[in-house]
């Protein structure tokens, strides 16, 4: 079956699940599977099915096999032979490992921002808003959102094709831990949002120096808080 012919059957299809038009098919599966296992809704360990996949969301299984190597090199499962999709286990060490590299691509992504003359730092102002809305609202799915954003919207002025790509290959990862943490008693919105608000600072100050200390002792916290979540192998 073509794409065009999986995109009508997907349209056709009864179930609340709807394709979003500028994304291709598999992106959209990509997507829609990448959400169940940031949410927490599959947790780690759970297999990933693909007839089953397939069935519920009425497309063929070729397209789904294709989502799930989208979805492995997002780092959110493994594909083991003769097991399937899996996704990706988080225990305390994993989590460690994943918090050093992120908070260092990061730190080099938002110093060099700062080494910047006159960046454009209009689209993650905008996302900062939206996050200073979101935590007026109590709405933390929309905080975590509005980070992802911020994230993404950091990332053109750079014009640095590898650093970009590396980055938003793991920011799924990154959002799926920041829900893991969101669960922990300790966590609060509002230094999700003072943190991006120095953060941006920061950098339109160019001071380089405060955005690594600044990126450094987010992450050693986002680290603490997940692996002291109950459900993590080596934590709480």
Same mark, same amino acid.
């Given at each position: 079956?073509?794409?065009?012919? #999986? ?26 599977? !990448? ?9 780690? =360990? ?11 969301? /009425?497309?063929?299984?070729?397209? +789904? ?9 997002? %780092? ?23 918090? #050093? ?7 080099? *992504? ?42 993404? =919207? ?16 793991? &920011?799924?990862? !990154? ?5 893991? +943490? ?13 943190? %991006? ?5 920061? &950098? ?6 405060? +955005? ?6 987010? %992450? =050693?916290?986002?680290?603490?808080? =997940?692996? /002291? *979540?109950?459900?993590?192998? /080596? !934590?709480?």
């Amino acid at each position: 079956m073509d794409s065009k012919a #999986e995109g009508k059957l997907a349209r056709k299809s009864e179930r609340k699940f709807e394709f979003e038009p500028q994304l291709t098919l598999t992106e959209q599966i990509a997507d829609h599977l !990448g959400s169940e296992i940031i949410s927490g809704r599959l947790p780690p =360990a759970s297999r990933i099915q693909e007839l089953r996949v397939a069935g519920e969301l /009425g497309v063929s299984r070729g397209s +789904v096999r294709e989502a799930l190597l989208i979805l492995e090199s997002r %780092h959110l499962i493994e594909i083991i032979p003769r097991r399937g999709a899996v996704v990706s286990a988080m225990e305390s060490n994993e989590i460690a490992d994943f918090c #050093e590299v992120f908070a260092q691509m990061q730190s080099m *992504c938002f110093v060099k921002l700062a080494g910047l003359a006159n960046p454009d730092l209009s689209d993650p102002a905008r996302a900062l808003d939206d996050m200073a809305e979101a935590v007026r609202e109590g709405d933390t799915e929309a905080v975590l959102e509005a980070r992802r954003v911020f994230l993404l =919207a950091s990332l053109p002025p750079l014009e640095n094709f590898y650093l970009s790509s590396v980055l938003k290959g793991l &920011i799924p990862a !990154g959002l799926r831990l920041e829900h893991l +943490v969101s669960r922990h008693p300790s966590f609060d919105a509002r230094d999700t949002l003072r943190y %991006h608000q120095a953060l941006l600072d920061a &950098i339109e100050a160019g001071e380089r120096e405060r +955005v690594e200390e600044l990126v450094r002792a987010y %992450h =050693a916290r986002e680290r603490k808080l =997940a692996t /002291g *979540c109950s459900g993590v192998n /080596g !934590g709480g």
